[in-house]
């Protein structure tokens, strides 16, 4: 029989980017360490504290294994990521070297209600990446 109290952990999370170097450029100024060699790949992996991993995956990775798959348009829900910073400082700093390098920003750093210094950013592919820490 099978032991059916064991259930899924969450493992990686994936992004499907339609230009791997400008969207891992996007996500070294969020302070992940992803080597430029990564740029040529089609797909790449980073670990990120407590061992939850972050996918990277081309339109044609993806294509080339699901054969109806059609790229969502720009803006559309790719998926949705939260990075977790050290303090509310770190939120603005991150913030601003996205806007800086020309990046589109959707919220502003706040001071959050539920006690966090919130920000909310988009990758090249339109994609909602929140930035926060607790204040």
Do not use: K
């Not at 790949?41 to 044609?60: I, K, S």
């Not at 699901?66 to 910073?85: E, I, K, N, S």
């Amino acid at each position: 029989m099978t032991d059916t109290t064991i259930g899924a952990q969450l493992d990686m999370i994936g992004i499907v980017v339609s230009d791997m170097p400008r969207s891992l450029a996007f996500y070294r100024l969020i302070g992940l360490d992803i080597p430029a060699s990564a740029d040529t790949e089609p797909h790449v992996e980073v670990t990120l504290r407590g061992g939850l991993r972050l996918g990277f995956d081309t339109d044609a990775t993806v294509a080339s294994f699901h054969a109806d798959y059609t790229p969502p348009p720009p803006g559309g829900g790719r998926v949705g990521v939260a990075f977790l910073l050290p303090d509310p400082a770190a939120v603005d700093a991150a913030h601003a070297r996205v806007v800086d390098a020309g990046y589109e920003s959707e919220l502003v750093p706040f001071d959050a209600p539920w006690g966090q210094r919130y920000a909310t950013v988009r990758d090249p592919d339109g994609t909602s990446l929140d930035l926060f820490a607790w204040a």
